[in-house]
């Protein structure tokens, strides 16, 4: 929790997030996926200051529990003096003991986004779903509720002025504005009307500019022209014996001559798994993790 301090900001965790992306399709199917259509309604997770602190807590831990599909889960939530916004002890369950920052006795508008985080933790936990070490589990599960429709929550957590600063979570702001994109694009919702905090929108702004750059991407028929440009010198280069693997920043690959016919392999934009398809003009391409169709000009 950066309270005070600087906040970091930009995209220095894409590839984490990405990887998180494509591991919760993995482990999830797409069906289960898109089960989580509706996000957390700002009404269900609202706390006001006449709220009972430990009851309004309570509340909002199991509105978080019944969007995370956790009927069985039950969170008991206190508070303390701590460095960080929370922490969960995750054992075998049903019951689970959240603390939270003392801060937050004073900050009740933002307790729904620290439980946020926690019970996406008691989720993955009861998934089975981690990486390996601390600071890539933490993104694993920003990633998780923001795609998964809580997260919203922690970015709108986020304040900044000339004098102090908030934040929750691991991911910047604008990678927290990202996988909200990402999500928006499945499920066709606008986050930014929830949004109580103009820093926050305003990282979402830039991290959804960031997403949509990634749909126009060649050889995807979205792609401009001087993706397009690029690419057709790139594939040129390729069938010349000369491009193949394309090191450097392009967001495609080719296979090296001798390996039969060309193909090209890219992200899919929506999770990420790899796709390889061949090199033949428009072609219609199916994401077999995800299942996303995408109109392909290779």
């Not at 905090?197 to 960031?210: I, K, L, M, T």
């Not at 967001?251 to 016919?261: D, I, K, L």
């Amino acid at each position: 929790m950066a309270n005070g301090g600087p906040v970091e900001h930009g995209f220095p965790h894409l590839e984490t997030v990405r990887a998180a992306l494509t591991a919760l399709y993995r482990r999830l199917s797409p069906d289960t996926v898109r089960t989580f259509s509706a996000s957390v309604a700002p009404a269900d997770v609202a706390f006001c200051d006449t709220d009972d602190l430990y009851l309004g807590a309570q509340r909002v831990a199991g509105e978080l529990v019944r969007h995370y599909r956790l009927p069985d889960a039950r969170l008991i939530v206190s508070f303390r003096e701590m460095t960080h916004a929370a922490n969960v002890e995750l054992a075998a369950g049903p019951e689970y003991f959240v603390e939270l920052n003392d801060r937050f006795r004073t900050h009740r508008r933002d307790i729904g986004a620290a439980l946020a985080h926690e019970v996406a933790h008691v989720y993955l936990h009861r998934l089975d779903l981690s990486f390996a070490g601390t600071r890539d589990n933490e993104i694993l599960t920003d990633t998780v509720a923001a795609y998964l429709g809580a997260g919203w929550l922690l970015l709108d957590a986020f304040r900044e002025d000339a004098t102090s600063s908030q934040k929750l979570g691991y991911l910047t702001p604008e990678e927290f504005g990202y996988v909200l994109a990402k999500r928006a694009a499945v499920f066709g919702e606008d986050p930014g009307v929830w949004f109580t905090s103009p820093q926050a929108y305003s990282a979402y702004v830039r991290g959804r500019d960031r997403a949509v750059r990634e749909e126009r991407q060649p050889p995807l028929t979205a792609a401009g022209w001087t993706g397009r440009h690029r690419y057709a010198r790139d594939r040129r280069q390729a069938r010349d014996g000369y491009g193949a693997g394309l090191a450097g920043d392009a967001p495609y690959s080719f296979t090296a001559p001798g390996e039969g016919p060309l193909r090209v392999a890219f992200p899919c934009p929506t999770c990420h798994q790899r796709l390889r398809v061949p090199v033949r003009g428009r072609v219609r391409a199916r994401c077999g993790l995800c299942g996303t169709v995408l109109e392909c000009d290779t």
